[in-house]
């Protein structure tokens, strides 16, 4: 079974700085994909970034990048330039290549961006 | 195309009382999948289903809890008998049929359920 870790249940950074959420998983499978979604406080789940761990760069969408250390079974995400619309609940996520689109979660780390 | 929606975004149920989730999901998507999240955790998988179909249910709980995709309508997700404990957010995703390929699953705004 997979396993998902977030050690940092909160975290909080100064606007306009750069902030990372740590994640750690298990697995002894050797294709899958890695996710991060953010919740705000409406609760609707919206995917961040998306990292095929076959792929060896690194995924980046705009102010949002990874650190995929697929050795170490790493996978942060940096936040550059972090703005108040940031503030939401981080969950990163784990799907296997074999079970449909089936994720398992970590317990998520509340990033809190100040003015 | 409207994204995967859940009804009621609120549904309060005495304890014994039977609660019904449901959950359209997006345009083309054959595939749904049920979470459940408790207060200040993250989501746990409870089961995935296609139309008429029930692939991995690892995640119920053996009683009081079922789910169903029919072939027309949306999938339901049901739990008989509430308790205290069932209360939480229940979210639903989607995901198209792309043969051996995967893709992200695609979420809905959840269902928040309160026992009193």
């Known amino acids: 079974a997979q396993t998902v870790t977030q050690s940092q249940p909160e975290m909080s950074v100064q606007e306009a700085e750069t902030v990372t959420l740590s994640c750690t998983y298990d697995t002894s499978e050797s294709n899958y994909y890695l996710f991060w979604y953010k919740q705000p406080p409406s609760r609707q789940m919206i995917l961040v970034i998306r990292q095929e761990a076959y792929k060896q760069q690194n995924a980046t969408e705009n102010r949002f990048s990874v650190n995929f250390q697929k050795a170490a079974k790493s996978f942060s995400l940096k936040i550059s330039d972090s703005q108040l619309g940031d503030t939401a609940m981080y969950f990163c996520a784990f799907m296997k290549e074999t079970s449909g689109s089936r994720l398992t979660f970590g317990e998520g780390t509340q990033l809190t961006v100040n003015p | 195309n409207a994204g995967v929606m859940q009804n009621p975004r609120h549904l309060v149920r005495r304890r014994g009382q039977e609660a019904r989730l449901r959950c359209s999901p997006m ?11 408790l207060p200040e955790e993250g989501l746990k ?3 995935y289903l296609q139309k008429e179909n029930i692939i991995d249910e690892s995640g119920m709980p053996k009683e009081r809890f079922s789910a169903e995709f029919p072939k027309e309508g949306p999938s339901i997700l049901r739990i008989q008998q509430v308790v205290r404990g069932d209360s939480a957010a229940y979210f639903c995703a989607s995901s198209p049929f792309k043969g051996s390929l995967n893709t992200e699953a695609f979420f809905g705004q959840g269902t928040r359920l309160t026992v009193v």
């Open chain 2, 27 to 37: 345009k083309g998507h054959s595939h749904v999948y049920w979470y459940r999240q």
């Open chain 2, 45 to 47: 998988f409870m089961v």
